[in-house]
């Protein structure tokens, strides 16, 4: 009869132990690595165009003769480079740490594409915690701004630096390491300022 009940015991105990296994693996179905690391544009550090730090610049009595001249100069021949450096807060929502060889991404400026680039990088994101990713770039703004853009140069250098107007915005795609050194691309994520989205 002793024995009868251990088993019985025994029995209910292993039913137990199984029972949180298969929760387990369905809790990391859902939230785990499938979902991907979420992106969100922390900060702005550094914006020039044609060489004039436009962080600065807010409203249009910011743009003296001088800055105004600079932006023209380069908009007349054809080369006027936006160089910027983001941070981008890295997230992992999952249970299990995410290994991440880099992204693809898309720059916009006010929603419209400026360009496409690639970054390598080689981060291990542990479960539930973030990182700080710098990223910069340079694209040339003219084929972005169009032909007939002159009077519209002094505005379009104003608020780089204003997380609140969303002037910068990133789509991410992860370049994801798997168990084996491969690598895999997650789906797109779009990557607003994060004062946006507290």
Do not use: H, W
Request: with cysteine.
């Amino acid at each position: 009869m002793n024995s009868l009940s251990a088993l019985l015991r025994a029995a209910g105990l292993l039913a137990f132990v199984f029972l949180i296994s298969c929760t387990r693996r369905e809790t990391r179905k859902e939230g785990g690595p499938s979902r991907g690391p979420e992106f969100r544009v922390r900060a702005i550090d550094e914006a020039s165009l044609n060489g004039l730090n436009v962080l600065p610049l807010k409203k249009p009595a910011d743009m003296d003769l001088a800055r105004r001249n600079q932006i023209i100069a380069g908009y007349v021949n054809k080369q006027l480079p936006l160089r910027a450096r983001v941070q981008l807060n890295v997230y992992n929502p999952g249970l299990e740490p995410v290994g991440l060889a880099g992204f693809d991404y898309t720059v916009l400026i006010d929603g419209r594409v400026l360009g496409k680039n690639r970054q390598l990088t080689n981060l291990d994101l542990p479960a539930g915690d973030s990182v700080r990713v710098p990223v910069a770039f340079e694209f040339n703004t003219y084929k972005y701004l169009g032909d007939d853009a002159m009077p519209a140069l002094r505005n379009f250098a104003l608020g780089f630096g204003d997380l609140q107007r969303r002037r910068i915005t990133l789509q991410v795609r992860p370049l994801l390491r798997t168990g084996r050194g491969r690598v895999s691309r997650a789906s797109q994520i779009l990557a607003p300022p994060l004062a946006l989205r507290p």
